[in-house]
């Protein structure tokens, strides 16, 4: 009876877990699809401000690891001048012993000091709105609503066993890390609200994370 129980028991969490998932996927879609038909007149008037004013390219798009480490292309409205860059503190090659372990936690990226917002992106980052396009990508199943920031192509290739956890579910336009301010200049703390969002999922929490993403952008105004 003890090895039955087990088993029924393994099976019934499989069962949930999937359903978890499954219901999950819906509530990204309808979200998603319904969010693109009613902003689609903010969506036209964001790109048509940042054409007649800052000129193409009204996207920025990058490569980015999601789920099962399968590269996709993460959409977002430009935000920055066309001659900013990110210098990303990446590991030389060949690269340190200490990454050899995988990512170390005190790693975090060097940013340009001398990069140059828009008016038009200063605006947008303000409220969150250049992520606006990544609703696509959540329609598409690259993303979801809730789940860990997509990771750098560069820096996921050195993630060791623990740290790859966080690639086992789709990433997220917001989630447990992001609204906790752990990114990606506490690389060590970003694993752990990750891992804790992963080993701990909820509607509840799903629930939580959205309601302080919101309260975060209206906080703004």
């Known amino acids: 009876m003890g090895l039955y129980e087990s088993v029924r028991t ?3 969490s499989f069962v949930h877990i999937n359903l978890y998932f499954i219901v999950k996927r819906l509530f990204d879609i309808i979200i998603s699809l319904t969010l693109l038909v009613l902003l689609s007149p903010l969506f036209l008037w964001i790109s048509y401000r940042l054409y007649k004013k800052e000129g193409n390219p009204i996207f920025y798009r990058e490569v980015r ?18 001659s900013s860059k990110v210098i990303r503190s990446l590991p030389p090659h060949p690269f340190p012993s200490s990454w050899e372990k995988g990512v170390p936690d005190y ?7 001398n990069k140059v917002y828009t008016m038009t992106g200063t605006w947008l980052r303000k409220y969150n709105l250049e992520k606006l396009p990544q609703l696509v990508n959540v329609l598409k199943g690259d993303m979801s609503l809730v789940g860990p920031s997509p990771e750098i192509p560069e820096i996921a ?4 066993r623990y740290q790859s956890s966080r690639l086992k579910v789709r990433p997220g336009i917001t ?11 506490n690389h060590g703390q970003k694993i752990k609200h990750d891992l804790y969002y992963i080993n701990n999922y ?19 105004n």
């Open 10 to 12: 393994k099976s019934g």
């Open 65 to 82: 690891v999601g789920k099962n480490g399968r590269n996709f292309t993460l959409w977002s409205f430009r935000t920055m001048m066309n």
């Open 107 to 113: 790693f975090k990226f060097i940013r340009d000091k």
């Open 157 to 160: 290739q050195y993630y060791n």
């Open 175 to 185: 989630g447990y890390a992001q609204i906790h301010d752990a990114t990606n200049d």
């Open 202 to 220: 909820s509607y509840k929490l799903e629930g939580k994370i959205i309601l302080e993403f919101f309260k975060r952008i209206f906080s703004n």
